[in-house]
């Protein structure tokens, strides 16, 4: 069954056209994903179609009496009203329902009406509806129903306008990064809720789990065309690059014929006939498919990182608490070169505290934080960059000089690196405020790398990224030689690019466990249910992201397995660049010399990884 088609719409700001005759329909029982790079148009569309924006051309056309809910990045609440009153104050028809049944009930006289109301509560099991939004506002740890909106954090709203749309039960729900300001355990509790709930969706989001653990359909709007995948997140990936390849066959046949219609073009045929006339029409056609080309241009971070030097960070017994809130209590560790540590836990328990010990803006309460004098941190905040007034874009960059070295002794001009990172010309001389949320993220992102830094600390950085630019930032931190430890809700880039986590429990209790993330999944749930510390339990189901292997390593042998596997990665690259030396053919006897027993070296390295890596797999496997 169809319930919305949209139409031919268009929409673009001046001169810049975002997209144009997009149709396509949302039919009962899909769960579509909706995937573009930053400022392309993703937003005004899903905005379009939920009718909060209107189309410059086109329609949108809904199905009669369907019910419909939209979760905006920036939901509109009344700051007047409680947690409660909130739930209350919406305009759910279960509520309308047991509205009538208290009027029913205030006239006894009305047998018939009475009938009537009781039979509409539990045509929709309205009975319950005091224990299914007190449920769901827990799980999304909003327990103090009578705290004000106007007393909430940002994210405390959005999670207050998720459950609002969740109780109303709509047929077609939007969603617009609707993981974001989530914890761990609150984003699999909704992946497990939408699994069983019959909700017709239609969402952005970059968290590619979710995608790939809800979602039926992937539909991508690229270069202003839209494209649809039947099938999840996993599959979309595997299509998307066929149909990259068939367009290249294809662009390239149409240059073939374009030579050839262009050399009769030039011969200037003086019969006008019928079909010459067509011709001519039909090689403008060619002449427009010969000259497509594919913007995908990706961000490349090569900065330069300053030398790391033996000593690096020491936490010596380090305790924080606010009144009777612990956080820390006697924490210790001593970082090491090429640490990748990834932060988890529930939202309250301290995460964003401690980088801020780390990095000097809070102090502990006591003991001491050891700085090596050669780190430098890169510190990326939930805050984001700081706008100020009619600042361009170029400008930012400049603060940090006109030219920004680079690796091997080169260096880029301040253009040519916001080039890098996906900012055109154009877009350079546009002014911050302008720019949308991820493009904004993307330039905070560039402020941070290119000030050196050789420890990164990045808090959520996933956040407002689009799909593109996350999985070139993974790229970027598997290649990073220095230290880095990320705070995420984002389990797949937890699992791509993390080595170890800090595991923070709660009451001043972390837990350093050796693996990523569906690693401690996998753990927890392995776990005895006295055993458990966290209800763990309920985030099992269809958890395809689950990784059945390691289970049989013991806990060093799993981080062992995770640092052969980055340690061969970087080997590889090092022996192709000394084999690129020889090639070139540059190289003076003394020069060989040298760089052949540096080669010999790599290879032997290599091979003992190898044999290593091999003895561990087959212990996995048996």
């Known amino acids: 069954m169809n319930y919305v088609s949209v139409e031919n719409v268009a929409k673009s700001f001046g001169e810049r056209i975002l997209f144009k005759d997009i149709s396509f329909g949302i039919n009962e029982g899909q769960k579509i994903g909706f995937v573009a790079k930053n400022g392309t148009g993703k937003t005004s569309l899903l905005n379009i179609i939920a009718g909060d924006e209107d189309p410059d051309e086109g329609q949108v056309v809904y199905r009669k009496n369907l019910k419909v809910a939209f979760l905006p990045q920036e939901p509109n609440l009344d700051p007047n009203l409680t947690i409660e009153q909130t739930i209350f104050a919406s305009d759910n028809p279960i509520l309308k329902v047991i509205n009538n049944y208290e009027k029913a009930l205030q006239n006894p006289d009305d047998a018939e009406e009475y009938q009537k109301a009781f039979e509409q509560m539990d045509a929709i099991s309205a009975w319950d509806f005091e224990t299914q939004y007190k449920q769901i506002l827990f799980k999304l740890k909003l327990e103090d129903l ?85 099938g ?63 913007n995908d241009h990706e961000v490349q971070l090569e900065i330069n990182m300053a030398r790391l030097g033996s000593k690096i960070l020491e936490l010596h017994k380090i305790s924080k608490s606010f009144e009777d809130l612990v956080l820390l209590d006697k924490f210790e560790y001593v970082f090491k070169k090429g640490e ?75 253009q040519q690196l916001l080039e890098r990172f996906l900012f055109d010309r154009k877009k350079q001389y546009d002014f911050v405020e302008k720019l949308s949320g991820g493009e904004r993220k993307r330039l905070y992102l560039c402020t941070v790398l290119i000030q050196n830094p050789n420890f990164l600390i990045l808090d959520e950085p996933t956040n407002d990224l689009d799909i593109v630019t996350l999985n070139v930032l ?105 084999e690129t030396l020889f090639v070139d053919g540059d190289l003076d006897g003394d020069k060989i010399n040298e760089e052949s027993q540096k080669l010999q070296k790599i290879i032997d390295q290599i091979e003992e990884n190898e044999m290593r890596w091999l003895e561990l797999s087959e212990k996995m496997e048996g």
């Open 146 to 230: 009578n705290k004000k909106v106007s007393e909430l954090s940002g994210g405390q709203k959005k999670r207050l306008a998720l459950a609002n749309i969740l109780l109303s039960k709509p047929d077609l729900l939007y969603l617009d990064e609707p993981t974001n300001h989530l914890d761990l355990e609150m984003i699999e509790w909704l992946e497990e809720y939408f699994a069983k709930e019959n909700f017709t969706l239609f969402m952005v989001t970059h968290d590619r789990y979710f995608l790939e653990n809800v979602c039926n359909e992937i539909v991508e709007l690229e270069n202003g065309q839209l494209y649809s995948y039947k």
């Open 232 to 294: 999840n997140y996993a599959y979309y990936l595997s299509n998307k690059d066929s149909r990259v390849a068939n367009e290249q066959i294809a662009t390239d046949k149409a240059k073939q014929l374009y030579k050839k219609e262009l050399d009769w073009m030039r011969r200037q045929p003086k019969a006008r006939t019928t079909k010459s006339k067509s011709r001519i029409d039909d090689f403008f056609e060619i002449k427009e498919r010969a000259h497509q080309r594919r």
């Open 340 to 414: 990748r540590i990834g932060i988890i836990g529930k939202n309250g328990t301290g995460k964003s505290t401690f980088l801020n010990m780390i990095t000097g803006g809070v102090t502990p309460d006591n003991g001491k934080i050891v700085i090596g004098d050669t780190v430098k941190f890169g510190y990326y905040t939930q805050r984001g960059i700081t706008i100020k007034e009619g600042q361009k874009v170029i400008e930012v960059i400049r603060e940090f000089g006109d030219y920004i070295p680079l690796k091997k002794g080169r260096q880029i001009s301040a």
């Open 474 to 578: 993974e790229n970027f931190l598997l290649d990073f030689p220095g230290c880095l430890m990320v705070v995420s809700h984002d389990r797949y880039f937890m699992d791509k690019i993390v080595d170890h986590l800090f595991v923070f429990r709660g009451n001043g209790v972390i837990q350093d466990f050796p693996g990523n993330y569906s690693d401690y999944r996998i753990y927890e749930d392995s776990k005895e249910p006295k055993e458990k510390i966290s209800e763990s339990s309920e985030s099992k189901g269809k958890n395809t992201w689950k990784k059945e292997t390691k289970v049989a390593l013991s806990y060093n042998e799993q981080k062992e397995f995770n640092r052969i596997e980055r340690d061969l990665k970087k080997l590889e690259l090092q022996k192709k660049e000394i």
